[in-house]
């Protein structure tokens, strides 16, 4: 059994201009190692999914259907205090924008002790101590514990939020677009600061990027979602060396047209749709270069097509 | 280095405020001598005083000489603690405002105490609470409390529980030759000030809900409140460290601003319930056009202002880590 097994999973935000299908039935699961990306532009409802594994869905979000099993149970159905008990313990998260992610009146150091004092029953000394060896393993150093947020760069901050995700050696780390917005070179680090500790703590990681050059140094499988849904996913040498999914292929920068010039990534023209009132049939179909009649009018099914590779696209027999 | 980073933002703060009380100290000379009206004119009323005389008060007073020289007086005086004579009562203005300074800090002292406790604490919860029920009650009743004036409030409250109810007396700070002592006098003093501090904490209070209840929303949609609950921590941690930490930050910076405003409900408030403060005396010695008394106690009120602002700027610069690096993130 995965550790994480997500099925048919629904979450819509019901606004006064209408039902938003933010997450529209998805699947996917994630085994004890396995770093799974998941990937899509900005709007296909991919924090929406991760938050609902931390149940962190609020009004006007509603999960409205499907299971999140966590370890064998579904975490939807539990009270909120089990649910608490498992955050930052069980699953723990990195979020966008680590910019404010951290409390501004609190050094760092308290910040990593506390989740650690929540969830173990050691001393504050000792949680102290714990605090200490985060910074280290981050490789910001043990001697800025009292530091403030703002003494810290962009990079720095968001190594301190790893730093405090990690602290109680969670069994699944969601990682929400941890290097969006931050430089080149600071993104290089934090890449390989994730895959250290990918090894060394044998953690299990959900990778959230519109970045596909960021999944393929870091995941071993890929899930393409778009708007709300998941349209293609496999492991992610070969998802990125053949991309199945017109979507994929777009995001990858391998229409035909530009083929040459694989490794760059091309805005696919156009941006995807309204959740309100989704087009009916293939989702991705008014931007496709290849939609056909059917497209219009019939949603494709996720299919298996071997390999462990799953596509939804009514190209693909 | 944060130690210096504090001590110099202290330094600068303690120099604006210096540099404030000294503009005040030279506001409150122009705006004496900008006044309409002939001060000694008021002193002596009666017709039969000649003009030599008057001038012969004049030179004892100083009034003769030039601005400039005025003012030089005026400082060299001030430097000795001498704020002149009070016109009725016929004794330094300082001494005359010593005499009335406990009773005021005791009323205010008091009453600013629970309304900033009580303030703070309500509006948090509402802040927390936002949108429900608890919420709509207390910021019902908060507005209300705030919008209402001082001595309107004051009014009512003496209508009701003092002259309706009788539970509580009319106004003043004791029982005239009650001959109480000890614990049976300060019972009698406390029994006084329940109104008047009532008033106090109504108005404070309701701004302090207010204020906090804003800040605690804005905390509240704050990303690090994100990052509390992904931590799994209960609710009061989250409420206690995280939010209420960050939200205090705005409240303390317009408790200083706020004790400007206080001064007007000072006055207010010691009028209608006859409190024998600072307020009250404000209030007599415009009625008895005693120029000395109120230009002093409008310097006391203005150096107490900038102290008070001076001692909110430290807090600040203390509980907020980002101050000391300097200036504004
Ligand atoms: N609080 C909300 N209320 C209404 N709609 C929302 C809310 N949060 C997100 N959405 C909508 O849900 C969709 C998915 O958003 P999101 O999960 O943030 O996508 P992504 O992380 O892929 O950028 C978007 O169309 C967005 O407008
Ligand atoms: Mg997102």
Same mark, same amino acid.
């Given at each position: ?22 997450? @529209? ?48 149970? @579904? ?243 | 280095?944060?130690?210096?980073? /504090? ?13 404030? $009380? %000294? ?47 005025? %003012? ?14 009070? %016109?009725?009562?016929?004794?330094? !203005? +300082? ?5 009335? $300074?406990?009773?005021?800090?005791? +009323? ?5 105490? =629970? ?10 919860? !509402? ?62 003093? !406390?029994?006084?000030? /329940? ?6 904490? /109504? ?34 941690? =989250?409420?206690?460290?995280?939010? +209420? ?8 910076? =317009? ?16 009028? $209608? ?24 106690? %409008?310097?006391?009120? !203005? ?21 000391? $690096?300097?200036?504004?993130?």
């Amino acid at each position: 059994m995965a550790l994480l097994e997500v099925r048919n999973l629904k979450i819509y935000y019901f606004t006064r201009e209408g039902v938003v299908k933010a997450v @529209d039935g998805i699947s996917f699961s994630v085994s004890e190692d396995e770093t799974l990306g998941l990937i899509g532009e900005s709007g296909c409802g991919k924090t929406t999914a991760v938050f609902s594994i931390l149940r962190f869905v609020v009004p006007p979000g509603r999960i409205v259907g499907g299971e999140i099993i966590f370890e064998g149970r @579904d975490i939807i159905p539990l009270s909120d205090e089990e649910m608490r008990l498992l955050r930052g313990e069980g699953i723990a998260m990195v979020f966008q924008g680590a910019q404010n992610a951290l409390n501004p009146v609190m050094t760092v150091g308290k910040q990593i002790s506390e989740v650690i004092l929540e969830h173990e029953s050691i001393t504050k000394e000792e949680a102290w101590e714990r605090a200490k060896s985060q910074l280290e393993l981050v490789g910001i150093g043990s001697e800025r514990v009292n530091s403030y947020p703002h003494e810290f760069s962009g990079g720095m901050k968001q190594r301190v939020m790893v730093a405090i995700a990690t602290a109680c050696n969670p069994r699944l780390l969601i990682m929400d677009e941890p290097v969006t917005g931050l430089d080149v070179i600071v993104q290089r680090q934090l890449l390989a600061l994730t895959n250290s500790l990918r090894e060394k703590m044998r953690l299990p990681i959900i990778f959230i990027t519109h970045d596909l050059s960021v999944i393929a140094e870091t995941c071993d499988n890929v899930a393409v979602m778009y708007a709300g849904k998941i349209v293609e996913k496999g492991d992610t040498v070969s998802l990125y060396k053949d991309p199945l999914h017109p979507y994929s292929k777009g995001l990858i920068g391998s229409y035909p047209s530009v083929r040459g010039e694989k490794k760059e990534l091309k805005s696919i023209p156009g941006a995807p749709p309204r959740l309100i009132n989704p087009p009916v049939g293939c989702r991705f179909y008014p931007r496709c270069p290849y939609a056909m009649d059917i497209c219009e009018i019939e949603e494709p099914e996720l299919k298996n097509v071997g390999d462990n590779r799953l596509v939804a696209c009514h190209l693909i027999k | 280095m944060a130690l210096k980073g /504090f001590a110099g933002f202290a330094i600068r703060k303690v120099g604006a405020a210096c540099i404030t $009380v %000294f503009a005040i100290v030279c506001a409150n000379f122009v705006i004496f001598r900008l006044v309409p009206g002939d001060p000694l004119r008021m002193m002596f009323k009666d017709p039969r005083v000649s003009a030599e005389q008057m001038q012969l008060v004049r030179e004892r007073f100083g009034l003769d000489k030039p601005l400039g020289e005025q %003012f030089l007086h005026y400082l060299r005086e001030l430097a000795h603690g001498n704020l002149g004579i009070s %016109f009725w009562q016929k004794r330094p !203005a +300082l001494d005359v405002i010593a005499d009335r $300074v406990p009773q005021t800090l005791l +009323l205010i002292v008091t009453a600013l105490i =629970i309304a900033v406790i009580l303030g703070t604490i309500l509006g948090a919860i !509402a802040g927390w609470k936002m949108g429900t029920r608890t919420d709509s009650v207390i910021l019902t009743i908060a507005l209300s409390l705030y919008s209402i004036p001082a001595f309107c409030m004051g009014i009512i409250l003496m209508l009701i529980f003092a002259f309706q109810l009788s539970i509580f007396p009319l106004g003043g700070i004791s029982t005239a030759a009650s001959g109480f002592t000890g614990f049976e006098y300060w019972k009698d003093v !406390a029994w006084h000030m /329940f109104l008047p501090a009532l008033c106090v904490v /109504f108005w404070y209070g309701g701004e302090y809900v207010l204020l906090t209840r804003s800040a605690m929303v804005d905390a509240l949609g704050q990303d690090y409140i994100i990052t509390a609950r992904a931590k799994g921590l209960k609710e009061s941690a =989250i409420l206690k460290n995280h939010a +209420l930490r960050n939200a205090l930050l705005p409240v303390v910076t =317009i408790t200083g601003v706020n004790l400007a405003f206080a001064v007007a409900g000072i006055i207010e408030v010691e009028t $209608v319930f006859s409190w024998p403060g600072i307020g009250r005396l404000v209030y007599d010695a415009v009625m008895k056009r005693d120029y000395p008394v109120l230009q002093a106690t %409008f310097l006391v009120f !203005a150096v107490a202002i900038v102290l008070a602002n001076l001692v909110v700027d430290l807090i600040y610069g203390y509980i907020d880590p980002r101050i000391k $690096v300097g200036g504004e993130e």
